[in-house]
């Protein structure tokens, strides 16, 4: 069976995104929380762009007029070992 | 959108959406008004804990019977809200802690719950990463019936059972007014429309405080920005949430994997503000490793930041304000609103429904601030 992968980090397929869609999650937050979209350590590159086209196609809502996510720091993934060795600077 | 209900509940986090399932369970007409989507205020932000081990009563016996009522609650509600109990683990620091855990376990087990002192000794047979030098720990208490579930899961199979009982909720509509005669709730205006009610339930997070202040009703409620991390997924390493009360730090690791976690930021004050810090990265990393040394070797994907609504007792608001005849307070959760959220949709629903007054509603009456002596919750982190 063809399926089609929008988010490689989670393992979601457009088929799971529009059966979302069609359960009422229209929002790219709340489909992010349904799916866990954007959550994995891409954040979001890969699959949000899909997911409001995926979004535009189902609502008819312009990709201009879809809110995105917030972003959330870092933006690439960084150890803990980095982050704590980092010596306070006043 | 209806012009008319029995109940509007302003706020679609996780207590909004559990008590419009379980007054609309009752055959209430209950619309839900949420100014962004479901679960984008403290819920969707939130650590995810459900902790019974608190120093208060009221805190220790509502979570006790909400723990009840999420251990059978994926299937009342026909999804799995991936409720787990692998337990939490409190560090112990010093004699003064342990003075004060002694006294939480008396009271905790005085309310029929399991929970446990244990020697420093016998952490790492509940969470074997710890290092408990590191952690400058001298015991622990542990209750196994801690858990956690998720919130999102959770707030969304509240939702949906609560659409199925002829609910309805609206997202992306804000609420501007309230309508009163005499002191009594006659409506809600939206930029939507109006909805005529006589019973509002203000169950906004840190936004409860502008409702109340609609019909001059003054909250003390101040908002703290609270920050919080997640890692890339690992395979199953420990099952309890680790917390300490002296090092404010919380984490866990969930079911997909992740090890989600918070402390506060060394400087913190209260406010609006959301941007997420530096200070904090710094902070949790320095403090998780100290407790976890293995942990360096993971990396962070990202933070972000919620609110606590903190009262200055730490305790919610709950039940009608003496002032505004139908005006139900359900805020003020202080950091735990998650996981006493079944046990607050139980109590409201008594009292909307049947005028019922329980001893905990009284004690967690806004007028408990007029004055008197208070309790405060002392067993607070994040």
């Known amino acids: ?90 | 959108m209806k012009s008319k209900a029995d109940v509007v509940i302003i706020g679609g986090g996780i207590n909004g959406c559990s008590l419009a399932y379980r007054l609309a369970k009752k055959d209430f007409d209950v619309v839900v008004v949420e100014k962004k989507y479901l679960t984008s205020g403290a819920t969707g932000a939130c650590g995810a804990g459900v902790r019974q081990q608190w120093s208060t009563r009221e805190n220790a016996s509502l979570a006790i019977q909400s723990v009840k009522i999420f251990e059978q609650l994926s299937k009342e509600l026909g999804q799995d809200i991936e409720f787990r109990q692998g337990g939490y683990l409190i560090a112990v620091h010093d004699k003064n802690e342990m003075r004060q855990a002694e006294k939480n376990v008396a009271m905790q087990r005085s309310l029929g719950l399991k929970v446990d002192i244990l020697p420093p000794e016998k952490i790492t047979d509940i969470v074997p990463i710890l290092d408990v030098k590191g952690m400058r720990a001298i015991g622990a208490t542990f209750c196994p019936t801690d858990g956690h579930a998720n919130p999102f899961k959770t707030t969304f199979a509240y939702a949906d059972a609560a659409r199925k009982h002829g609910a309805e909720i609206i997202t992306h509509t804000q609420v501007t007014g309230l309508r009163t005669i005499k002191k009594e709730i006659q409506g809600v205006v939206t930029d939507q429309g109006t909805i005529r009610t006589n019973t509002v339930v203000n169950a906004a997070g840190i936004d409860s405080k502008a409702i109340a202040a609609m019909v001059n009703v003054k909250l003390p409620l101040t908002p703290f920005r609270k920050e919080i991390m997640a890692t890339e997924r690992l395979e199953p390493l420990f099952e309890a949430m680790v917390i300490s009360f002296k090092d404010g730090i919380y984490f866990s690791q969930q079911k997909e994997g992740q090890i989600v976690g918070g402390i506060p930021i060394p400087e913190e004050r209260g406010g609006y503000k959301t941007m997420p810090t530096f200070a904090f990265l710094q902070h949790m990393s320095q403090t998780l490793t100290r407790y976890a040394p293995v942990l360096k070797h993971v990396n962070l994907l990202r933070h972000w930041t919620g609110f606590y609504d903190v009262t200055p007792d730490a305790r919610p608001i709950l039940g009608e304000v003496k002032e505004i005849k139908g005006f139900i307070q359900c805020n003020g959760f202080s950091g735990h609103g998650f996981m006493i959220s079944p046990m607050v949709a139980q109590l409201l629903t008594n009292l909307i429904a049947e005028g019922r007054i329980t001893e905990v509603l009284e004690n967690l009456n806004l007028d408990r601030f007029g004055g008197n002596a208070i309790e405060k919750e002392l067993s607070v982190v994040g």
């Not at chain 1, 229209?26 to 979209?37: A, N, Q, S, V």
């Not at chain 1, 891409?42 to 979004?55: E, M, N």
């Open chain 1, 1 to 90: 069976m063809k399926r089609s992968i929008v988010c490689r980090c989670e393992d979601i397929s457009e088929e799971d995104v529009i059966r979302a869609i069609d359960e009422g999650y229209t929002d790219i937050e709340e489909l992010r929380k349904k799916l866990r979209i954007g959550m994995g350590p891409c954040q979001g590159r890969v699959c949000i762009q899909l997911v409001a086209r995926i979004l535009e196609r189902k609502t008819g809502k312009k990709i201009a007029k879809i809110p995105l996510p917030t972003v959330r720091p870092p933006l690439v993934p960084v150890s803990l070992g980095t982050l704590a060795s980092e010596k306070h600077e006043k």
